[in-house]
């Protein structure tokens, strides 16, 4: 599926075009019906792009916290000393 407007390719049976905002009316449907189905997928797209924002704002946090993890072989040698 193709938005006739500005030509992006979207997902089979989206109401709208999420790159210029153009909503399309499905055969069968008042325009009533139309705008409402579609604000709904709008909002429910909405929520998909944040949650996926917010993942990506995560993982380079998580990615940074410095593995404390240095060798000690000190103890060792002292007991290997005596
Ligand atoms: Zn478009």
Do not use: H, I
């Not at 407007?5 to 019906?33: H, N, S």
């Amino acid at each position: 599926m193709k938005c006739p407007k500005c030509d992006a390719q979207l997902p089979d049976g989206y109401r709208f075009c999420y790159k210029c905002g153009t909503m399309f009316a499905f055969p069968g449907e008042t325009p009533e019906e139309s705008v409402r189905l579609a604000k709904e997928q709008y909002q429910k797209y909405v929520q998909y792009v944040r949650a996926q924002q917010a993942q990506q704002e995560q993982q380079p946090q998580s990615s940074q916290q410095p593995q404390q993890t240095a060798p000690e072989q000190q103890p060792a040698q002292q007991t290997a000393l005596r």
